[in-house]
């Protein structure tokens, strides 16, 4: 019995340790997204007074 309670230990173990690997990567997915709408955003702000000045 407590060889499949090891298991069962060491297979949630390792789901929960997944499942926060995941949202660390996630995590950083989403700020470089937001960095680079930033940075986009801001190209188009710079374009748009180019054009009001032409």
């Known amino acids: 019995m407590f060889e499949n309670l090891t298991l069962l230990i ?5 789901f929960w340790v997944g499942a926060f690997g995941l949202y660390i990567y996630t995590s950083r ?10 940075r986009l955003n801001n190209l188009l702000d710079e374009a748009e007074k180019r054009e009001k000045f032409d």
């Not at 060491?10 to 390792?14: A, R, V």
């Open 10 to 14: 060491i297979i949630i173990s390792l």
């Open 29 to 38: 997915q989403q700020k470089n997204i937001g960095d680079d709408l930033n």
